[in-house]
């Protein structure tokens, strides 16, 4: 697999990661079992980074990927941090960030988290320096490597990449979310920060196998925050209404190449914009996590079908999403 520097942690990560939101919760049931096989298929072929959160089923993300990860020290592994307490500015302090770093330490059993992200914090936190010291204190102290900010907005990223610490941003970054392309990702090329991918598949709209008929169960976050009730609705299908991210997928579908899947093309028009550093689909067994690392492959798409894809996000998915992150 390709592999790219992961902006200042300095570290070579493969193009295509893993994000272990399903293994902790809000997606369904994944046992145990399932989640080891996901992430030693995922390592299989070719997987060296994996994203976490202390929040993803209170914890038990973090702990399956630790012990994952415990015998394999070639992957590097980032979770995130500031969502176990109410959002608001005032708790995004020192106290809060030790107590929440020794608690993700534990879980994923190592003295020093090798990547860890402010998790999408209230606007007024990028731009807060007392946050921004206690993070290098925690540098300073070993008890991090590197810190990053998942962001939900471009306005928030640009605020973000300007402090000289933020070694990573991680943002919402797919077909269906085209906003990142104008000043984001220009800006974390001029100052050597990496952009991590998330919700690369639009919850797994941009897989093409689902439609009209599909149902999701009762504790899957594409059930119960259609319209963000439970957190910031661009998470759930990236914004976009059901419908409309299911006319748009079935105008994209022409454009696939032959013997790719829907979410290989998806993965792929990430992989092709200049300045990521990794995208990170989620899975929820092994065939899923081979066949995404399977996108690092692909040859580059071409100037046309780049084109083509930014007509449909135009005509159908501008209005929806362009305006509001």
Sequence with gaps: MEHRVLGRTGREVGVVGLGAWQLGADWGQVSEDDAFATLQAAVDAGVTFIDTADVYGDGRSEQIVGRFAKSRPELTVASKMGRRLEQIPANYVMSNFRAWNERSRRNLGVDTVDLVQLHCPPTPVYSTDAVYDALDTLVSEKKIAAYGVSVETCEEALTAIARPGVATVQIILNAFRLKPLEQVLPAVRAAGVGIIARVPLASGLLSGRYDEHTTFAADDHRAFNRHGEAFDVGETFSGVDFATGLEAVRRLAPLVPEGVTMA?????WILDQEGVSVVI????????????????????????????????????????VHHRW
């Excluded at 290989?264 to 792929?268: E, I, M, N, S, T």
């Design 281 to 320: 689909p989620g899975a929820r067994n092994p065939a899923q996590a081979t066949a995404n690392a399977t996108a690092a492959a692909l040859a580059p798409l071409d100037p046309a079908t780049h084109a083509a894809i930014r007509t449909i996000y135009d005509d159908l998915i501008r209005p929806q």
């Design 264 to 268: 290989q093309f998806a993965l792929r």
